[in-house]
C-alpha cells in the first residue's frame, strides 16, 4: 500500500497512539504515505450521560470501525480496553502494537490530608464501576489514617485525561483515578508533556496495586484494526503485530468475557509477568453479582499423601525484632520500605504526617524532609497509612526489582540511584551488594521455635514466604522435600542456594490455591 489512512478518535491521546501505529507502518514499509484522520464517536459526543446510562457497548470504537467498512479509511487504532470482546473476537484483522504500564493511579488534590484530618468526605470522580468496586474500598485502608474513619463517595466524571485532570484541578472534584498508561503517553509527547504536568503539579498520586484494584481487560494496549476485506490493509498490520501483546490481550479478553460484558462490569482481568513466570488473574464481582478471585497457571500438585507446611500461619513466630542503635540517615528521595516494622517503633525517632516526616531528638531517619514511600506489599502499605504515612505506591509482594521498571515509567521518572531499600540487615547487605542504596534500623534474631521445627521436619511441601526463613530454618528440612514460594527475590535468593521452588505469583495466590487443594494431610 503506497497510501494508508489511519482513523482514530480526535483526542490528544487518540492522535498520539494513531502516530505511534504510524511510526510502525513506516518501519516496515518506510516508502508509504500514511495519513490520520481523527474522528468523533458516541462516547465522545454524549459527554453529558453517565456511561453507565448508555445502551450496548462499543461507544468509543463501534463508529470508528463503520468508517473502516465504508472505505473512509484502511486502519482504525483503538484503545483496546474500550473494544468488546464480541468485536474483537467477530474476526482476525487486529493487531496489539504496543502497551503501556496497565495499572491505575488515584490523583489527588493538595488539601487532602486536611480534608481526612477533619473526617469530610472526599469526592472521587470516576464513571467506572470496577474502579467503584475495587478501588474506593482500597483507598479507604490506604489513604493515612488520620481520622477515625475515611469517608468517600464517587461522582461521574467524563471527558478526555486532560478535561478529567482539568476538572480536579479546578476543585470539582478531589480525587480522580486514571489509568497510567495514558499518562505516560501524554508525558513522553513534546507538545503535551508541560500541560499534563501543570495539571499535576502539586497533586498527591497514589499508583494502585495490581491485586487489589486489578486494572480492566487490555487496559494500556493500542490494536490498530483493519476490515477483513482489506486484504492489503490486513496485510500492513500483521506486520507490526507484537505476538506476545496479542496473545496476552486475546487471553485477557476471553478471560473476562466469561464474567461480564459492557460499561458496567465490576471486575478486572490482567497479565502479571515476572522474571520467573507469567500469569492471568482476574478478580471483582462478576454480572451475577458474585464475587470471584482467579489466578490462571497455578502449580497443579495432588496434595493427597503430601504433608504442606507454610510459613504464612506462624509469621510472628520466626523471628524477634532486635532495633540498632545507631543514628540511620537516608539521604535519597524516594524509601522503598519492605516491612512496616522498620518504622513501627518509637523507638525509630520518627514524627509524621502524612508524608512529612521530621527529626525527633538526635535522630535522624527518613530524613529532615519530606520522602515519597513506596512499600513492599499492601500489608505493610496499611500498617504505615495506620501511622499516617503517605505511601504511593507498592511492589504487590512481587519484589522490589519487579517494581523498578514501574517507578521509572514517565509519570514517575525514578531512577534507582534515587531510592533507598529500608529492611533489616541483612537484606540491606544484599541489596548493597547488587548496587542499590539500603539501610537497616533493626535485625532479624532467629526464635528457636519448637513446633516450627517439628512441622518443617515433618513436611514434604514448604512455602517460604521470605529466604530468611528458609535460611535459619533449612537445616531441618528433608532432603526430599520440595520447596515453594513467590515470584520474587526470595525465589531468586532460593535458586542461588540450589533450590529450584515451585513458583506461585504472590502468597496471595498460594494462599487461594492452598484452599481449593485437598488438605487433609497437611501439617501447617
Given at each position: 500500500?503506497?497510501?494508508?489512512?489511519?482513523?482514530?478518535?480526535?483526542?490528544?491521546?487518540?492522535?498520539?497512539?494513531?502516530?505511534?501505529?504510524?511510526?510502525?507502518i513506516?518501519?516496515?514499509?518506510?516508502?508509504?504515505d500514511?495519513?490520520?484522520?481523527a474522528a468523533?464517536?458516541?462516547g465522545?459526543?454524549?459527554l453529558?450521560?453517565?456511561l453507565?446510562?448508555?445502551?450496548?457497548?462499543?461507544?468509543?470504537?463501534?463508529?470508528?470501525?463503520?468508517?473502516?467498512?465504508?472505505?473512509?479509511?484502511?486502519?482504525?487504532?483503538?484503545?483496546?480496553?474500550?473494544?468488546?470482546?464480541?468485536?474483537?473476537?467477530?474476526?482476525?484483522?487486529?493487531?496489539?502494537?504496543?502497551?503501556d504500564?496497565?495499572?491505575?493511579i488515584a490523583?489527588?488534590?493538595?488539601?487532602?490530608?486536611?480534608?481526612i484530618e477533619?473526617?469530610?468526605?472526599?469526592?472521587?470522580g470516576?464513571?467506572?464501576?470496577?474502579?467503584?468496586?475495587?478501588?474506593?474500598?482500597?483507598?479507604?485502608?490506604?489513604?493515612?489514617?488520620?481520622?477515625?474513619?475515611?469517608?468517600?463517595?464517587?461522582?461521574?466524571?467524563r471527558?478526555?485525561?486532560?478535561?478529567?485532570?482539568?476538572?480536579?484541578?479546578?476543585?470539582?472534584?478531589?480525587a480522580?483515578?486514571?489509568?497510567?498508561?495514558?499518562?505516560?503517553?501524554?508525558?513522553?509527547s513534546i507538545?503535551?508533556?508541560?500541560?499534563?504536568?501543570?495539571?499535576?503539579?502539586?497533586?498527591?498520586?497514589?499508583?494502585?496495586?495490581?491485586?487489589e484494584?486489578?486494572?480492566?481487560?487490555?487496559?494500556?494496549?493500542?490494536?490498530?484494526?483493519?476490515?477483513?476485506?482489506?486484504?492489503?490493509?490486513?496485510?500492513?498490520?500483521?506486520?507490526?503485530?507484537?505476538?506476545?501483546?496479542?496473545?496476552?490481550a486475546f487471553?485477557?479478553?476471553?478471560e473476562?468475557?466469561?464474567?461480564?460484558?459492557?460499561?458496567l462490569q465490576?471486575?478486572?482481568?490482567?497479565?502479571?509477568?515476572t522474571?520467573?513466570?507469567?500469569?492471568?488473574?482476574?478478580?471483582?464481582?462478576?454480572?451475577?453479582?458474585?464475587k470471584?478471585s482467579?489466578?490462571?497457571?497455578?502449580?497443579?500438585?495432588?496434595?493427597?499423601?503430601?504433608?504442606?507446611?507454610?510459613t504464612?500461619?506462624?509469621?510472628?513466630?520466626f523471628?524477634?525484632y532486635e532495633?540498632?542503635?545507631e543514628?540511620?540517615?537516608?539521604?535519597?528521595?524516594?524509601?522503598?520500605?519492605?516491612?512496616?516494622?522498620a518504622?513501627?517503633?518509637?523507638?525509630?525517632?520518627?514524627?509524621?504526617?502524612?508524608?512529612e516526616?521530621?527529626?525527633?531528638?538526635?535522630?535522624?531517619?527518613?530524613?529532615?524532609?519530606?520522602?515519597?514511600?513506596?512499600a513492599?506489599?499492601?500489608?505493610?502499605w496499611?500498617?504505615?497509612?495506620?501511622?499516617?504515612?503517605?505511601?504511593?505506591?507498592?511492589?504487590d509482594?512481587?519484589?522490589?526489582?519487579?517494581?523498578?521498571?514501574?517507578?521509572?515509567?514517565?509519570?514517575?521518572?525514578?531512577?534507582?540511584?534515587?531510592?533507598?531499600?529500608?529492611?533489616?540487615?541483612?537484606?540491606?547487605?544484599?541489596?548493597?551488594?547488587?548496587?542499590?542504596?539500603?539501610?537497616?534500623?533493626?535485625?532479624?534474631?532467629?526464635?528457636?521455635?519448637?513446633i516450627?521445627?517439628?512441622k518443617?521436619a515433618?513436611?514434604?511441601?514448604?512455602f517460604?514466604?521470605?529466604?530468611s526463613q528458609?535460611?535459619?530454618?533449612?537445616?531441618?528440612c528433608?532432603?526430599?522435600?520440595?520447596h515453594?514460594?513467590?515470584?520474587?527475590?526470595?525465589?531468586?535468593?532460593?535458586?542461588?542456594?540450589?533450590?529450584?521452588?515451585?513458583?506461585?505469583?504472590?502468597?496471595?495466590s498460594?494462599?487461594?490455591?492452598?484452599?481449593?487443594?485437598?488438605?487433609?494431610h497437611?501439617?501447617?
Amino acid at each position: 500500500m503506497n497510501k494508508v489512512r489511519i482513523i482514530c478518535r480526535s483526542s490528544r491521546l487518540s492522535l498520539l497512539q494513531a502516530e505511534l501505529v504510524r511510526q510502525k507502518i513506516l518501519s516496515v514499509q518506510p516508502v508509504a504515505d500514511v495519513e490520520i484522520i481523527a474522528a468523533t464517536s458516541r462516547g465522545d459526543r454524549e459527554l453529558h450521560l453517565n456511561l453507565s446510562v448508555l445502551d450496548g457497548t462499543d461507544f468509543f470504537t463501534e463508529e470508528i470501525f463503520n468508517a473502516l467498512e465504508r472505505n473512509e479509511a484502511d486502519i482504525a487504532v483503538h484503545s483496546l480496553k474500550d473494544m468488546s470482546a464480541d468485536h474483537f473476537f467477530s474476526h482476525d484483522a487486529f493487531a496489539v502494537v504496543d502497551r503501556d504500564d496497565v495499572r491505575d493511579i488515584a490523583i489527588f488534590n493538595p488539601g487532602i490530608l486536611e480534608k481526612i484530618e477533619r473526617g469530610e468526605k472526599i469526592v472521587v470522580g470516576t464513571c467506572s464501576p470496577r474502579r467503584e468496586e475495587m478501588a474506593i474500598d482500597f483507598l479507604k485502608k490506604a489513604l493515612p489514617q488520620l481520622n477515625t474513619g475515611i469517608l468517600i463517595e464517587t461522582k461521574p466524571i467524563r471527558g478526555n485525561v486532560e478535561a478529567r485532570l482539568k476538572q480536579l484541578d479546578d476543585g470539582d472534584f478531589d480525587a480522580t483515578i486514571l489509568a497510567t498508561a495514558g499518562l505516560n503517553r501524554l508525558l513522553k509527547s513534546i507538545p503535551d508533556a508541560a500541560n499534563i504536568k501543570d495539571l499535576l503539579l502539586e497533586k498527591r498520586l497514589m499508583l494502585l496495586p495490581l491485586i487489589e484494584c486489578v486494572p480492566a481487560p487490555c487496559q494500556g494496549a493500542i490494536v490498530a484494526e483493519a476490515h477483513p476485506s482489506n486484504k492489503e490493509a490486513v496485510a500492513l498490520i500483521k506486520k507490526i503485530n507484537n505476538t506476545s501483546l496479542f496473545e496476552n490481550a486475546f487471553n485477557e479478553k476471553k478471560e473476562a468475557f466469561q464474567y461480564g460484558t459492557g460499561c458496567l462490569q465490576k471486575f478486572g482481568v490482567t497479565t502479571i509477568i515476572t522474571p520467573f513466570l507469567k500469569t492471568l488473574f482476574a478478580a471483582g464481582e462478576n454480572n451475577q453479582g458474585v464475587k470471584f478471585s482467579r489466578w490462571s497457571s497455578l502449580p497443579e500438585i495432588e496434595l493427597n499423601g503430601i504433608n504442606l507446611f507454610s510459613t504464612t500461619d506462624f509469621m510472628k513466630d520466626f523471628f524477634s525484632y532486635e532495633w540498632t542503635h545507631e543514628n540511620v540517615r537516608i539521604n535519597q528521595p524516594i524509601v522503598f520500605i519492605a516491612n512496616y516494622k522498620a518504622v513501627q517503633q518509637d523507638t525509630n525517632g520518627l514524627l509524621h504526617h502524612g508524608n512529612e516526616i521530621q527529626q525527633k531528638e538526635e535522630r535522624r531517619f527518613l530524613a529532615d524532609k519530606q520522602k515519597i514511600l513506596f512499600a513492599s506489599g499492601t500489608k505493610t502499605w496499611f500498617e504505615l497509612a495506620k501511622q499516617g504515612f503517605w505511601v504511593q505506591g507498592c511492589a504487590d509482594a512481587m519484589g522490589f526489582e519487579y517494581f523498578l521498571t514501574v517507578l521509572q515509567m514517565p509519570l514517575f521518572k525514578i531512577h534507582q540511584t534515587d531510592v533507598c531499600i529500608l529492611t533489616h540487615e541483612e537484606a540491606a547487605e544484599r541489596w548493597k551488594n547488587k548496587g542499590f542504596h539500603a539501610v537497616s534500623n533493626y535485625r532479624l534474631k532467629t526464635e528457636e521455635h519448637k513446633i516450627i521445627k517439628q512441622k518443617i521436619a515433618a513436611a514434604d511441601f514448604i512455602f517460604w514466604s521470605s529466604f530468611s526463613q528458609f535460611k535459619y530454618y533449612r537445616q531441618y528440612c528433608k532432603s526430599s522435600a520440595l520447596h515453594a514460594c513467590a515470584g520474587g527475590e526470595t525465589a531468586s535468593l532460593l535458586k542461588i542456594h540450589n533450590i529450584d521452588p515451585i513458583l506461585f505469583p504472590t502468597i496471595k495466590s498460594f494462599e487461594q490455591w492452598r484452599k481449593s487443594s485437598t488438605l487433609s494431610h497437611s501439617v501447617g
